[in-house]
């Protein structure tokens, strides 16, 4: 059965360092691969997706994650970080094409930076 | 309006009641997911609706939780005799395709449910 692992469950940053969470997921065959964040009081939205093609994919807000197939990974960056991206972000996984598309999530990774 | 919307935000219901949460998807919106998301924890899949279809109920934890989109639109999430362990954050998403992995989701807000 298909998982994800996010290995940080809270990660605290100062503001313009460097943001790096992980991401490893648990599946045998192609994958679809997301970041979705949640902002305090919000839904979650799609931060970036990767379906095929460049494994460097660049999201909103200035996020990026790189697709690793040989480490089942899908690490979500971020050069610096502001305040605002105080939020919790979910690394998720589904089967792609035609199948219904069920996201399986991690259990999220809270990121709170101080200003 | 524009996004997946979803009532109530917050219900509480005591130990043995049954309740209904409803999910509004994106008009047009072909498929319809429901997701369980406890403390703590990502959200965790429950059912899929194709249309008015429901295609994969898999991940309803028991037989108490039911759910139904009678019309291909709004969609309604039953629970009886509700328990403790129920208590969570249940999640509303629709894609505009059917069947189709790469579409993505769009979630609503959600509805905390609390069970005394």
């Known amino acids: 059965a298909q998982s994800v692992s996010q290995h940080n469950h809270h990660v605290i940053l100062s503001e313009a360092a460097s943001l790096e969470l992980g991401c490893n997921y648990s599946?045998?065959?192609?994958?679809?691969l997301f970041w979705y964040v949640q902002y305090p009081g919000q839904h979650l939205q799609l931060l970036l997706k990767?379906?095929?093609?460049?494994?460097l994919v660049k999201g909103i807000k200035g996020f990026e994650a790189e697709f690793i197939k040989s480490k089942f990974s899908f690490n979500l960056r971020k050069p610096s970080v502001q305040w605002s991206d105080t939020a919790e972000y979910f690394c998720?996984?589904?089967?792609?094409?035609?199948?219904?598309?069920?996201?399986?999530f991690g259990k999220g990774t809270k990121l709170s930076v101080k200003p | 309006g524009a996004g997946v919307s979803q009532s109530p935000r917050y219900k509480v219901a005591k130990r043995g009641q049954d309740v209904a949460l409803r999910c509004d998807p994106i008009?047009?919106?072909?498929?319809l997911f429901w997701y369980q998301q406890a403390l703590g924890q990502g959200p965790e899949f429950l059912t899929y609706?194709?249309?008015?279809?429901?295609?994969?109920k898999s991940g309803l934890p028991s037989d108490r939780f039911f759910a139904e989109r009678p019309e291909g639109s709004v969609s309604t999430l039953k629970i009886q005799r509700t328990q403790q362990e129920d208590s969570a954050v249940y999640l509303c998403?629709?894609?505009?395709?059917?069947?189709?992995?790469?579409?993505?989701?769009?979630f609503g807000d959600g509805t905390r449910l609390s069970i005394l």
């Open positions: 998403a629709s894609s505009l395709l059917p069947g189709n992995g790469n579409q993505p989701q769009h």
């Open positions: 599946y045998g065959g192609t994958v679809n």
């Open positions: 990767y379906f095929s093609g460049d494994p």
């Open positions: 998720a996984v589904n089967s792609p094409g035609g199948s219904q598309g069920n996201l399986i």
């Open positions: 008009s047009g919106h072909v498929s």
């Open positions: 609706f194709q249309n008015e279809a429901q295609l994969d």
